[in-house]
C-alpha cells in the first residue's frame, strides 16, 4: 500500500474533480471547499452508506432532518454559549493566531509560533467558535441567532415529538445527517478540518444502568464500520479520552482515530452524554424531556450515547486508505481500491471506438446499465488510457463495447483490482455486473 502523503491527495482530488478549493477564480476562500463531479457521488455514497447502517438495517433508530438555524436559546441551554470555545493566542512577531493547545513548548518551556518559531504570544483569551447571524431585518439582540455547530441538538430538542410520532421507546435511537459550521481558530489538513462540514450523528437514548453497555456497542459498531467499508484496521484505533479531555457534557468518550500523513488523527467520536442535553432542555424550556416506563412504573431521564462522524472526514479517510499502485504490464499504475458501495461509479461503459458503429449497441449497453448502478461513460483516448484513468478514479468495473458486440451481443468486462477480462452476454450484463460488485 503506497499511502499518499496530503500534497498528492489534494492534486488526485483537483485533477480528477473529487474536491476543488472554493472560489479559486477569486483567490479561493480559506478552508472552505467544493465538491466537484466525482466528489459529490462519492460524499453521497458515504453518507448513504452510514444512512444505511444506522437506519435502514436497524429497527430502533428512526431519522430526523433539523433546521440549520434555530432560537438561542437552544445554544444557551446546551452550554454552547459559555462552553463551546478554544483558547486563541496571537504571535505578536508575525501577527498570526493560533489555538494553544495546538502548540508545541521550545526548550524554555514556552509556546512558540509554529510559523516564526517566536515565543512572544499573547495570553491565551476564550474565542466561541459559533457563527452569529441575524434572522430578520433589524441589525440589533433580538434578531441574534446562530449557525448550528453540530447536529445533535435538533435531535435533543425534537426528542419527545420523535419518541410520540414514531412510537418507539428507549433504547432507540435518532440519526441525522446535515451541514455544521464551527469558526475554527486554525482549520487545516484539507478536508480534514473546515469551518463548513457535513456530519452524520445518532443520538441513541438508552436507560441509564445500560449506558456502559451501549457505549460499548456503539464504540465497536463504528469501528468495524469503517473497516468493512475497506480502511484497513492496521490504521484505525480506539482512543478513549483521558478526563482531563472529556466535554462539559460527557461521561465518558472515545475517539475511532486514523493514521493520517501526518499522524493519528479524530475520524469519529462516541460520547457517553448522560443526561445533561434532555435535562438542560427541559429545564431551559418547561417541557418535559423523560420517559415514563409502565412496565416497571419508574420515570427517568434517558442517558445519551452518541457517536459523531463527519461525512467529509470520512470521505478522505477513504480515498487516504484505497490509494495504491502497482504494475500493469511493466508499467506503473495508479489505483483507488474503493469499496464499490462508495466509489464515484461502480461501471464505466467505454466503447472501443467512436465510430458509429458502435454507437447504437454502446448507448443499448449504458441504458441497461444505469438502471441500476451510477455509471460513467467515455469513448476517447485509447482503451488503455481510458482504463488507467477509471482505475485512478476508483471505478470498480469496466465493460468494453467492440465491434464483435454487434454480431455476438457480448460486451467485455473488466475488474479494476485483478485487471482479468471476461465476455458476457448483454442479455446477462446486469446480474453479472451486480454479482461482481457484490463480492
Not at 81 to 107: Q, S
Amino acid at each position: 500500500m503506497a499511502a499518499p502523503d496530503l500534497e498528492d491527495l489534494v492534486r488526485l482530488c483537483k485533477q480528477r474533480g473529487f474536491v476543488f478549493p472554493s472560489a479559486e477564480i477569486y483567490g479561493g476562500f480559506r478552508s472552505t471547499y467544493d465538491y466537484g463531479p466525482l466528489g459529490v457521488l462519492m460524499l453521497r455514497n458515504v453518507k448513504d452508506a452510514w444512512w444505511r447502517s444506522m437506519v435502514q438495517l436497524r429497527h430502533d433508530v428512526v431519522g430526523l432532518d433539523a433546521a440549520i438555524l434555530s432560537s438561542p436559546r437552544i445554544w444557551e441551554a446546551s452550554g454552547h454559549l459559555a462552553n463551546f470555545t478554544d483558547p486563541l493566542v496571537d504571535c505578536r512577531n508575525c501577527k498570526e493566531r493560533w489555538r494553544a493547545d495546538h502548540l508545541e513548548a521550545g526548550p524554555d518551556g514556552r509556546l512558540r509560533c509554529p510559523n516564526c518559531a517566536s515565543s512572544d504570544l499573547t495570553e491565551a483569551r476564550e474565542f466561541n467558535l459559533m457563527f452569529r447571524t441575524h434572522a430578520g431585518p433589524v441589525d440589533d439582540d433580538s434578531t441574534v441567532a446562530y449557525l448550528r455547530p453540530e447536529t445533535a441538538q435538533g435531535q435533543f430538542v425534537n426528542f419527545a415529538n420523535v419518541m410520540q410520532t414514531s412510537r418507539k421507546r428507549p433504547p432507540f435511537g435518532i440519526a441525522q445527517i446535515g451541514k455544521s459550521f464551527r469558526n475554527e481558530i486554525t482549520p487545516g489538513g484539507f478536508v480534514f478540518r473546515t469551518r463548513e462540514f457535513e456530519q452524520m450523528e445518532l443520538e441513541f437514548f438508552v436507560p441509564p444502568p445500560d449506558a456502559e453497555r451501549w457505549f460499548e456497542h456503539w464504540c465497536a459498531e463504528r469501528l468495524a464500520w469503517y473497516v468493512g467499508l475497506g480502511i484497513p484496521s492496521e490504521m484505525l484505533r480506539l482512543r478513549p479520552h483521558d478526563k482531563e479531555e472529556l466535554a462539559h457534557y460527557a461521561l465518558a468518550a472515545t475517539d475511532v482515530e486514523m493514521r493520517f500523513p501526518w499522524g493519528w488523527g479524530e475520524l469519529e467520536g462516541i460520547a457517553n452524554r448522560g443526561d445533561f442535553d434532555l435535562r438542560a432542555h427541559s429545564e431551559a424550556s418547561g417541557t418535559r424531556l423523560d420517559y415514563f416506563d409502565q412496565a416497571s412504573g419508574e420515570r427517568y431521564t434517558p442517558y445519551v450515547i452518541e457517536p459523531a462522524a463527519g461525512a467529509t472526514r470520512a470521505t478522505m479517510a477513504f480515498l487516504l486508505a484505497a490509494w495504491d499502485s502497482d504494475e500493469v504490464g511493466g508499467e506503473p499504475r495508479s489505483v483507488l481500491r474503493l469499496d464499490p458501495r462508495i466509489a464515484p461509479y461502480q461501471v464505466a461503459v467505454l466503447p472501443l471506438s467512436r465510430k458509429d458503429t458502435l454507437a447504437p449497441v454502446a448507448a443499448e449497453v449504458l441504458g441497461v446499465l444505469q438502471e441500476r448502478f451510477m455509471c460513467d461513460f467515455d469513448e476517447t483516448q485509447s482503451i488503455g488510457r481510458r482504463y488507467r484513468r477509471q482505475d485512478e478514479i476508483g471505478t470498480p468495473l469496466c465493460v468494453t463495447v467492440d465491434f464483435d458486440s454487434i454480431e455476438d451481443r457480448a460486451v467485455t468486462i473488466r475488474d479494476r483490482d485483478s485487471t482479468e477480462q471476461v465476455r458476457v452476454p448483454i442479455a446477462a450484463l446486469v446480474a453479472e455486473v451486480g454479482d461482481r460488485l457484490a463480492r
